[in-house]
């Protein structure tokens, strides 16, 4: 119940399209919803977070959609230039434990020229 | 301000042996939260601590263990060292358990 399942582990995309991850998750309890983005050699940072009370949230490039009912969320990026080529992964945490995040197995992405 | 600072960043060890990793907070943050990151297990964490009090703890065995001083500064030792202990230890830092957390560089861990 505290898992958080990712999909695609990996995904290549032609600049100037758009990348779409997806999350699931199962413990209703969470009510932190954030993605982070890795480069190699550095620790995540965060992108972008949701809490489950709206069901988007845009920040420039950065999309998430959350549906509630369906314990699902996901990353859309648009416009996906080469620089956006990274491991993004999603977590979930139980309020008011935002520094206990459980991660999903990360999603690699691969924006082509 | 000067972001989370992990040392040593690379570290080799041998199996049996001990090791204690150190994070730096930003200033001002109460909060620091460690995590394992493997190719195969993902992001993992590891224990939270604010304020010099552990939180929350992981789903890891007893020879991983952590403390916070006063000052924020965190370390975490594993003793006894496996081979499946080599890793990338992440730590991050928030200014409280409801703020968000920023992630430092890492330690690589390589254990031999």
């Known amino acids: 119940q505290q898992q958080v399942k990712q999909s695609p582990q990996s995904l290549i995309v032609q600049k100037g399209g758009i990348s779409i991850i997806n999350c699931a998750y199962e413990?209703?309890?969470?009510?932190?919803f954030p993605w982070y983005q890795q480069f190699p050699g550095k620790g995540p940072a965060l992108l972008i977070a949701?809490?489950?009370?709206?069901s988007e949230k845009k920040e420039g490039r950065f999309t998430i959609s959350f549906n509630k009912s369906a314990k699902q969320f996901s990353l859309h990026i648009m416009d996906s230039q080469p620089g956006d080529s990274a491991t993004y992964f999603c977590?979930?945490?139980?309020?008011?434990?935002?520094?206990?995040?459980?991660f999903g197995k990360g999603t690699k992405l691969s924006v082509k020229p | 301000k000067a972001g989370v600072t992990q040392t040593p960043r690379y570290l080799i060890k041998t199996r049996g042996q001990q090791v204690t990793l150190s994070c730096s907070p930003i200033?001002?943050?109460?909060?620091v939260s460690w995590y394992q990151q493997t190719p195969g297990q993902g992001l993992q964490f590891l224990f939270e601590?604010?304020?010099?009090?552990?939180?929350n703890k992981g789903n890891f065995p007893g020879r991983f263990s952590g403390r916070q001083f006063s000052n924020s500064r965190s370390e975490m030792n594993v003793s006894t060292l496996e081979l499946g202990d080599s890793a990338l230890y992440l730590c991050?830092?928030?200014?409280?358990?409801?703020?968000?957390?920023?992630f430092g560089p890492g330690t690589r861990l390589t254990v031999t």
């Open positions: 991050a830092s928030s200014l409280d358990s409801l703020s968000r957390g920023y």
């Open positions: 949701i809490r489950p009370d709206v």
């Open positions: 977590a979930a945490s139980i309020r008011g434990s935002q520094g206990n995040l459980i």
């Open positions: 601590y604010f304020s010099e009090t552990q939180r």
């Open positions: 200033s001002g943050h109460r909060s």
């Open positions: 413990n209703t309890a969470f009510d932190y």
